[in-house]
């Protein structure tokens, strides 16, 4: 499937692009991070530490263990910190 | 009734005076305008930087105004949330709040500060002495969270 | 730092502006306004006439606001009430508080209003189509006060 | 002693004057109450229900069990119902 990969703050600092159009098989959101992860670089280092990372799937905010089936666009970003 | 989130900076006074304008029906009105501080854990803060998650943040935004008007008996509610470059003293944001009796207004001011806090995607950037550094999420923001939830949701 | 009783209006964006003006060290603003009903328990009001105790007033006014400076870190803070003859829709009183952190403000706006409620000297009567009523005091208003309490004073 | 008595909405209505100076050698706020109460008429019924007035000495909110003694000013009122 394809998927739009968005990264925001120190994600998106450290990944060096605000997002990433990417073909993958993962299932779940877990096995899309191992799958970025592997790549070694900056993607290795920016899911590190995934306490420190958020993500949402199509705009809404979802754990680690969601499926991605269906999904079109998926956010990773640090805990928010508005208001 | 209303999320906005943009670049410009709003105008507090007429924003809530607007919300009242023509009726006689609101005895409570709260408002909470949270600003920049130029300074912050002992380092002088140059400028602000906010960064946002288009799309998603009014959507976050009107999940959360929405749950607010299930859970308390509001007659006008609005949030303003601006992003990009700001300065210390400038206006970052601010939550409203209208009913008929000043315990619902306050709850609902304070829940709707609680939930956009850490359920809203925004992201400061401050630019310090020592350069630019991501504000962390603090805790107590997330366990504040907490005292809202309700049995069985 | 300011408590004003007086029977003309005032502008609440021009108050909250005056608050913060040419200071950075603000995180949070909370303001409270207390707006004049068109109609309570069932009955239409024509309008309302707030008696209060010259002198005992503003003196209850500025202890009150010391509590509330003593209990926690306020930068600013201002009550406004208004008294004599009032019309549906129109602003009674307001309160505000800034400090640092949202937390602090919320909790001393919420203070200052429960206990103007209940010790502050004002008395409201409701012009119905009945005739004149004073408002009574509610039962919840005393019993808020009761959150605030501390240990041993 | 010499007393200024203040009264204020529906006990102001009630009495029928906002104010009064007296003489009393009353020596608590209760004392006080009996004494005008005894006058009869707005002052018995003013004082009818002592659940629903409030007294100030010298401008500060106090008991009805709290003494006189150096006190310029007494006020009578109903709960308070600013805000």
Do not use: C
């Not at chain 1, 990417?22 to 970025?36: H, Q, R, S, W």
């Not at chain 1, 290795?44 to 089936?69: C, I, K, M, S």
């Not at chain 2, 956009?116 to 603090?138: I, N, Q, Y």
């Amino acid at each position: 499937m394809t998927l739009d990969v968005l990264y925001f703050a120190w994600l998106r600092e450290r990944i060096g692009a605000p997002s990433e159009r990417i073909e993958t098989g993962a299932a779940t959101v877990a096995d899309l991070v191992a799958e970025l992860s592997a790549r070694g670089g900056p993607h290795a280092e920016a899911f590190a530490n995934l306490a420190a990372v958020r993500v949402a799937l199509d705009q809404e905010l979802a754990d680690f263990t969601a499926p991605l089936a269906g999904v079109r666009e998926v956010a990773f970003f640090p805990p928010m910190t508005g208001g | 009734m209303a999320v906005r989130v943009q670049r410009e900076d709003f105008d507090l006074g007429a924003e809530l005076a607007a919300l009242r304008a023509g009726r006689s029906d609101i005895g409570a009105l709260v408002s909470f305008t949270g600003l920049v501080r130029g300074a912050a854990g002992g380092a002088a803060i140059a400028a602000m930087e906010l960064e946002h998650y288009p799309g998603m943040t009014e959507r976050a935004l009107a999940a959360i105004e929405a749950e607010a008007r299930a859970r308390w008996p509001l007659q006008a509610s609005l949030i303003i949330h601006r992003y990009g470059a700001l300065t210390p003293g400038e206006q970052i944001m601010m939550v409203a709040t209208a009913s008929p009796h000043r315990q619902a207004a306050f709850e609902a001011a304070e829940f709707l500060m609680d939930y956009l806090k850490s359920r809203a995607p925004f992201w400061k950037k401050e630019a310090t002495p020592e350069g630019g550094r991501w504000v962390d999420a603090r805790d107590t923001d997330e366990a504040a969270l907490a005292r809202w939830a309700r049995p069985g949701a």
